[in-house]
């Protein structure tokens, strides 16, 4: 036997998520249990018995300050650091981003009031630049270098607006206005994403969730299979038919696929599907099937 035959290939050393201890998975399972039930809080007015209904950009603020600093726990600087645990410099990072959000969370209402996205105090001007980069690691830790370096290029124009050529030319700003902006209004890290995914998206994911473990999930599935089970190639328009049903009541691509396709991808690969189709099929489905009314 040859010595190439004998030489082991090394070991993938690379983990793109932590390995975390006992400590940091409460701490995780902590701040997600807090967004979600803070976020029924909001989502289903529950102030009204309790008196307490936080200002839009409160509410907003206080989401990032649960969910934002979750990226420097889950997520190592590096996947090749995957196995180290929380280091120093995560933990100051998880501790910084935390306690930037909740200092907005207390002076929302100074926010609006003073217009700080356009003149705000020199210390909060620090402060936007600090949870913006942040953010920005934030960004890099979870969806990679391309995706940050987008950000970065428009992150930056307005910097170089006056300087840039032909239609891309427009008026430059300041570092401290831009990064003020982009931290203190609700048109940038408050802007519409999160106001989509706090505001409507949790919502339809807890309803998601109530339908698939009370059955109701189950029962489209089952009005789609009597509809169209018996047909040519049924299971695939079962899929759409039941993802359909499914997401105007979720809302949730990713609850859509739980649901409908525990049983639809089987369904289709008993009769014949590729596995890959089947999912393909299902994942399509499932995504249009979001935008089906209400």
Known sequence: MS???????PANTEQRFRRLTPFWQWVLIILSVASVVFSAYQVFNLGRF???????????????????????????????????????????????????????????????????EFSAPEEMQWLSLALVLL?????????????????VIFAVYPLVAGDMPGVLEGTSETLW????????????????????????????LLFGVALQYTGGGQFFLNLAFSLLGYVRGGPAKVAIFASGLMGSMSGSVITNVLTTGALSIPAMKRIGFKPHVAGGVEACASTGGVLMPP
Request: glycine share 10%; aromatic share 14%; with cysteine.
């Open 3 to 9: 010595s190439a035959d004998t030489q082991v290939e």
């Open 50 to 116: 309790t008196g307490y209904v936080p200002i839009e950009n409160q509410y907003f603020y206080a989401i990032v300050a649960l969910l934002l600093p979750t990226a420097f726990i889950v997520f190592p600087v590096s996947p090749k650091r995957g196995k180290e645990g929380m280091t120093w410099y995560d933990i100051l990072l998880f501790l910084a981003t935390g306690a930037i959000c909740l200092i907005f969370v207390y002076y929302s209402i100074d926010m609006l009031d003073e217009g700080w």
């Open 135 to 151: 953010a920005i690691e934030g960004v890099r830790r979870t969806g990679g270098g391309v995706v940050t370096i987008i950000i």
């Open 177 to 204: 206005d831009t990064v003020a902006y982009y931290a203190l209004s609700t048109e940038a890290l408050i802007g519409i994403p999160t106001r989509a995914f706090a505001g409507l998206v949790i919502g339809f």
